[in-house]
């Protein structure tokens, strides 16, 4: 099957009792046995397996070209199942400009338990190289990075790690799999917040993994269920249902992305554009090559510089909605440094070039003429 094919198709059976197109919502927690030990397709208790999450992790699997899928209560908690393959005196080696969750659960949570964590710059590859050591385990990507919008080479990082004992992870959640399979690029594993693009209507919170190899997987589904943070089968059949659409979905996000990427570029109020699809980004190079296409998310600075730009600017877009999150049908419109990424230390912010006056724009599926006429009655 090809890729719009397998949104819709991809893992998925009609119901067997009734012919039911849909998954159902199979709103259990346990399962009947008719002689202890003796279970019905495998279903014993929904923290280990429920029918609905089971078609959603399906899905996942298939539209990432992995082994097995795993659907989580939130994108953060897929990211701790993934840190509890490690053991302490484990090294991870993380790209810089990281969501401010996942860094937050890195340096505040998990330090603690003696992973040490190291975060590069992974413009240049052999820059990663200089950190490995015997006690590197994992190495963590995003690509494109939030907010700024930096690529990561993902073949040249699995080329460089090839035949080491070193797991290469890739947060997925801006590119989608419609637009870059890191699997397929070598990747070990795939996360994603399916609160954004999968799910794609700003209605659940929900992570997900997709394992290359059912070694992996088994491994990530142990941890799974036994520490718990499983998906509810509602919010299953939600990300499930989002799924259908996200190659027509994301087609709409990058024709929009482009368009008010380009729109920004031009105007008189605007310094820098973060948008990998621009000619003159520095990596449209290795964007064209990684990925089908570039999405909806692009930030921009102001030219003045001043905070008090982008928040007024903020305050009256109305198309626009202000408020955290990114990858829904509407688009959205965020302050970093005061919002996603407040948790990120002041210094630290300023040092990757998350500035004051920095905007980031989740752009939706809305028609076009409306987005840009927003953008410019908030700069008027
Ligand atoms: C939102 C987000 C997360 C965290 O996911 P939740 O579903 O909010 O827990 C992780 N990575 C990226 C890139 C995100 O945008």
């Not at 039911?20 to 202890?36: D, E, K, M």
């Not at 659960?105 to 015997?134: C, G, P």
């Not at 006690?135 to 993902?154: A, F, G, H, R, S």
């Amino acid at each position: 099957m090809n890729f719009n094919t397998k949104v819709i198709h991809g893992g998925q059976q009609h119901e067997p009792h009734t012919g039911s197109v849909n998954v159902p919502v199979f709103l259990t927690s346990t399962f009947a046995q008719r002689t202890p030990g003796e279970l019905k397709n495998g279903y014993e208790y929904s923290r280990g397996a429920n029918p609905t999450r089971q078609a959603l992790e399906d899905s996942l699997a298939s539209i990432e070209n992995g082994a097995r899928g795993l659907a989580f209560g939130s994108g953060l908690a897929a990211i701790d199942c993934v840190l509890k393959l490690l053991s302490p005196g484990d090294e991870i080696i993380a790209v810089d400009d990281l969501y401010g969750g996942t860094y937050r659960m890195f340096t505040r949570l998990f330090d603690k338990y003696q992973l040490k964590f190291t975060f590069v710059n992974f413009d240049d590859v052999s820059k990663i190289e200089q950190h490995i050591t015997e006690n590197t385990k994992l190495i963590w990507i995003e690509t494109p990075t939030n907010p700024l919008m930096k690529l990561v080479d993902i073949k040249a990082v699995t080329d460089l790690v090839k035949g080491k004992n070193i797991l290469v992870a890739v947060d997925n959640t801006f590119a989608t799999p419609y637009l870059q399979r890191p699997i397929d690029l070598g990747a070990d594993l795939v996360m994603h917040s399916a609160t954004k693009y999968l799910g794609g209507h700003s209605d659940v919170i929900a992570g997900a993994l997709v394992a290359k190899t059912e070694e992996l997987g088994e491994q990530l589904h142990f941890i799974q269920f036994a520490s718990g943070g499983i998906l509810g089968p509602h919010d299953s059949y939600l990300v499930l249902r989002g799924i259908k659409t996200l190659a027509l979905r994301v087609q709409r996000h990058s024709e929009n992305g482009k368009a008010v990427a380009k729109y920004l570029q031009q105007h008189p109020s605007v310094d820098k554009v973060f948008y990998p699809g621009l000619e003159d980004n520095p990596q449209y190079e290795l964007a064209t090559r990684q990925m089908k296409d570039f999405g909806g998310m692009v930030s921009f600075t102001f030219k003045s510089g001043k905070k008090e730009d982008a928040i007024k600017f903020l305050e009256q877009v109305k198309v626009f909605t202000l408020a955290e999150s990114l990858g829904g049908v509407e688009s959205l419109a965020n302050h970093p440094a005061m919002m996603t990424h407040a948790s990120i230390p002041a210094e630290k912010r300023a040092e990757l070039g998350i500035t004051d006056d920095l905007v980031r724009l989740s752009v939706g599926i809305e028609d076009i003429e409306d987005l840009i006429a927003d953008l410019e009655r908030a700069f008027a």
